[in-house]
């Protein structure tokens, strides 16, 4: 029986409230992957697989329907084969963004691929073409997450989450408090009150809130 760690017991909870509030949302949501597919798959792309994101994966490895399934919020679940195949498309179109940069033109950082997208970063969550990317480290069971937009890289530098867990429990507050779906429009979105938004804890980004 695997451990309830705290985001797999955050997981459970925010699924729980969520298919409270659109019961069809969470049916196309695909079985979870095993830790030793979480591990194995990351290893292939030099990736190390800390217990967050294997309980991410595990939790469900994406969904049969992205737009049924769109979180209660505006993000997009990824698979681990969807993820990393986004990330390695994001990489290789910087490369040949970087390759396009005059000398001189952009300040030194901007010449690096890591400062553009992370090698340690993985989508986790998509929405048009910007990202929630978690950071994959070895020494912790912790994964920060970032907010990733491709006309701001440099944000995702400045500011991240202490876990996924705690970026979790704070989307579960607020969908708990202040969240609804919409179905007088012609296509059902969520919507949420920001008179009644409860105020996120500092540590999670801006942009995560």
Known sequence: ?????????????????????????????????SP???RQTLAGAGLPAPQEII???GWHNG???SWLSKLPSVWHLLSLDEALREREEIRQERRRMIADFGPGEMPDEWYELDFHWHRSWLPVLIRD??????ELKDGGDEVPL???????????????????ASVIEHWTVVLRCCTR???????????IDEDRRPPAPESIPWALK
């Open 181 to 191: 779906l919409r179905t007088d429009t012609s296509f059902p979105h969520w919507e």
């Open 36 to 38: 030793e597919t979480v």
């Open 146 to 164: 970032r907010s990733w937009a491709p006309e701001a890289p440099e944000e995702a530098n400045e500011e991240a989450s202490t876990s996924m």
């Open 63 to 65: 969904t049969d329907d």
């Open 1 to 33: 029986m695997p451990q309830v760690t705290r985001l797999r017991h955050a997981l459970a909870l925010y699924e729980h409230v969520w298919g409270g509030l659109r019961p069809e949302g969470v049916r196309p949501l695909r079985p979870g992957a």
């Open 55 to 57: 309980d991410w994966f």
């Open 129 to 134: 073409s910007s990202y929630v990317v978690a």
